[in-house]
């Protein structure tokens, strides 16, 4: 099965590496990347992508910034293969993930949304597995969804900044046949640029949580009260700590650490 995965990079030509890294030996022949890139510096960016040494074809595009989600949606709509994985700047497909995928797409079929687990990383030595579930947040990055999926329900809604894939997520589960193995085969920096609380931020995840069913005051406490005491704590006792709180209190996470 073929899939088009889906790059995006702002001045961030380290981490940028690193994902190339990642991809460089895992992508198939049938497979394509997109690269989008909104950088100040793009010859940087081309660069590094003419460093390497991909099986696929590479589809390079420079916009101006206009935010995650219309960039995302600009890639998918210049792709061309049956399926969509999207891997940012920093984040890393795990060694041998992509064989995997290929096999569960094939003896799978009739499930056009596929859904994996995710190592959260930050502190060395004390990474957290995401282990999606029906009812939870998936992980954008683990999860392989056909294109057509995303020509039906409109693309991502980008008038949201930062929730507009667990919206579309929410809407597709409730439409379209989807699996969840508890494989991983991407990484995330739990504690990026994403990590962070804002008032938009809070009120997006706030209307994510009430279309989930939640009440109001359960939607408040998850969007606000929760995140707040978890960046405090980050903040007082370290990052170390804010792991191992997080892989005790909520239950999609384990932590890694012996």
């Known amino acids: 099965m073929e899939i088009s995965y889906i790059v995006l990079t702002y001045n961030d030509h380290t981490n940028l590496e690193l994902t190339l890294n990642s991809l460089e030996k895992e992508l198939l022949f049938a497979d394509e990347l997109i690269l989008v890139d909104s950088s100040d510096n793009k ?13 696929c074809n590479i589809n390079y595009f420079y ?11 600009f890639a998918i709509k210049k792709s061309s293969k ?15 993930s992509r064989s995997l995928i290929n096999k569960n797409l094939k003896k799978n079929a009739d499930f056009p949304i596929q859904v994996y687990s995710q190592k959260t ?3 060395p030595g004390n990474d957290l597995i995401f282990s999606p579930s029906e009812n939870s947040l998936w992980p954008l990055q683990s999860v392989i969804c056909r294109k057509d999926i995303f020509e039906d329900l409109g693309f991502y809604n980008d008038t949201y900044k930062y929730n507009a894939d667990q919206n579309f997520f929410m809407e597709a589960r409730r439409i379209y046949k989807y699996i969840i193995y508890k494989n991983v ?8 640029i994403s990590s962070g609380l804002n008032l938009k931020h809070f009120k997006e995840h706030f209307e994510l949580r009430r279309l989930q069913g939640k009440n109001f005051l359960s939607s408040f406490f998850l969007a606000g009260i929760r995140p707040f005491i978890r960046l405090t704590i980050q903040k007082i006792l370290g990052d170390n700590f804010a792991f191992y709180l997080k892989s005790k209190v909520f239950k999609h996470y384990t932590s890694t650490k012996k």
Not at 43 to 55: A, C, L, M, R, V
Not at 63 to 73: D, L, Q, S
């Open 121 to 123: 990383t930050g502190v």
């Open 63 to 73: 916009i101006k910034p206009e935010g995650v989600f219309p960039a995302y949606n």
């Open 185 to 192: 085969i991407t990484t995330y920096d739990s504690f990026g």
């Open 82 to 96: 049956q399926f969509i994985q999207k891997i940012n700047s920093g984040d890393t497909l795990i060694k041998g």
């Open 43 to 55: 010859n940087k960016t081309e660069e590094i992508i003419d460093s390497y040494n991909f099986n």
